[in-house]
């Protein structure tokens, strides 16, 4: 036995992932899981293996997890879901306070920050040639659903011009790859997180044909909405 199988996590000995004490068993093998996907690829990472970065035995790794495609399917879906959660109260902001070209300057903060979060950077397995089977149709469903969403208040912020020439499914296609060129800047190391979420979400509003006074405009009233519903929330 070398001198690595020995100081190695031992099955059975479970050990907390970075993230806090007290992390749920389920997060420990998701946190595990992303790690070793991004250093080993999909296919380079075994059950075992994660099993073994989190301290535990194998057979307990499938009391949580069927395998190593349900663990990709939700630490996929975690990316999407928060942005898609909040979809329904900025739709309806944009006919109410916000006005659509704020609602949608706010929809990229969300998203950004939601994919800024992942960890070890969920967004880099999107284009993984796994992902694209159908075991992971649930994902794919709803990020098109947000695309969707893009795509819905982007022609409604968008001027006359663009929406006509653009069309909504176009755009919000457009929209939501503009978003996660986060995930390329995460990438690089270079991602500046309040900086980036404000140049992402400007750059919707202008692939909307709006003009520097008009998307100014609404990355102020977008930031202070986002204040006041974090201050309501936490009263």
């Not at 520097?212 to 930031?223: D, L």
């Amino acid at each position: 036995m070398t001198s690595d199988q020995r100081s190695g996590p031992r099955p059975g000995r479970p050990r907390l992932m970075p993230g806090g004490e007290g992390q749920e068993p389920r997060d420990e093998i998701l946190e595990a899981a992303a790690e070793l996907f991004a250093e080993r690829g999909f296919a380079g990472t075994s059950t075992r293996a994660i099993a073994e970065r989190v301290g535990i035995r194998q057979a307990s790794l499938y009391y949580h997890f069927s395998g190593k495609d349900e663990m990709l399917i939700e630490l996929l879906t975690n990316s999407v879901r928060p942005s898609l959660d909040e979809v329904t109260s900025i739709e309806e902001a944009a006919t109410g306070r916000l006005g659509p070209a704020a609602a949608l300057y706010l929809l990229a903060l969300v998203d950004v920050r939601t994919l800024m979060l992942t960890p070890h950077n969920v967004g880099s397995f999107y284009l993984l040639p796994d992902v694209q089977s159908p075991t992971f149709a649930r994902f794919h469903d709803q990020r098109r659903e947000l695309q969707h969403a893009y795509g819905r208040l982007g022609v409604r912020a968008a001027t006359p011009e663009v929406a006509a020439s653009v069309g909504r499914d176009r755009l919000g296609e457009l929209l939501i790859q503009t978003a996660e060129i986060v995930i390329q800047l995460r990438r690089n190391g270079t991602v500046a997180p309040e900086r980036d979420a404000d140049v992402i979400a400007a750059s919707c509003l202008r692939l909307c044909g709006l003009d520097g006074h008009t998307v100014e405009a609404a990355g102020v009233q977008a930031r202070r909405y986002q204040a006041g519903a974090g201050a309501s929330s936490s009263e």
